[in-house]
């Protein structure tokens, strides 16, 4: 059924969905990292005050985060500039990395030079030793963020997201497969603004600047 059919089925109470992400943080190397994760960079601290700014144009109800280092830091920070109350969730969390955790793209070619060429072949379905796949990472974020949207249908939501499940997060208002995610940039403490009519969302903005 398109959104058009679904809209003519009758009203729906609109609920929201601001998106950011957590950061910058430490990262120097650009190592792969999720659970616990790194922690903020100072102008990652920076950077979400000013979001704070912005989002406050928006009746937020709740803020919802992993429970990693970076985001559980931005959850609170945002969470307390808005005075509404904020929950950390493990099916938040980026995608596992296993083996790879820590480790950068050079060290993960030079090491795994037989993983990396499976990855090439399948990224979405391609899982690190000990870690998630693209596909399992993606498939848990929309779950989680599903659920969230319906138990608390008519209001509006902030998640402090990351890489993965914020693009997954989309893909529940946009036809956008787990392998096209990158197509879509969702940048550090930027505002994304999805609403949902029912179980079909509309994309009203991606990476507003708290400072253009």
Do not use: I
Not at 104 to 112: D, I, K, S
């Amino acid at each position: 059924m398109g959104l058009l059919a679904h809209f003519l089925r009758g009203p729906h109470p609109k609920t929201g969905l601001l998106l950011t992400r957590a950061g910058p943080v430490e990262n120097p190397e650009h190592r792969l990292y999720s659970h616990p994760g790194l922690p903020l960079a100072e102008e990652g601290r920076r950077a979400l005050r000013a979001l704070a700014g912005l989002a406050r144009r928006y009746p937020v109800a709740r803020v919802y985060a992993a429970d990693s280092l970076a985001e559980a830091e931005a959850a609170r920070l945002l969470a307390e500039a808005l005075g509404v109350p904020f929950t950390l969730l493990p099916e938040l969390r980026e995608r596992a990395w296993g083996a790879w955790e820590g480790l950068a793209f050079p060290e993960v070619r030079e090491g795994y030079p037989q993983e990396v060429a499976a990855w090439l072949r399948d990224e979405a379905g391609f899982a690190p030793p000990g870690g998630e796949s693209l596909k399992e990472a993606w498939e848990r974020g929309r779950r989680a963020v599903a659920g969230l949207l319906a138990q608390h249908r008519g209001q509006t939501l902030l998640l402090v997201g990351n890489c993965t499940l914020n693009r997954a997060a989309l893909s529940l208002a946009l036809p956008l497969p787990p392998e096209e995610g990158l197509r879509v940039e969702q940048d550090y403490a930027r505002l994304s603004v999805v609403a949902f009519y029912g179980e079909e969302g509309v994309v009203q903005a991606l990476n507003l600047d708290p400072c253009p």
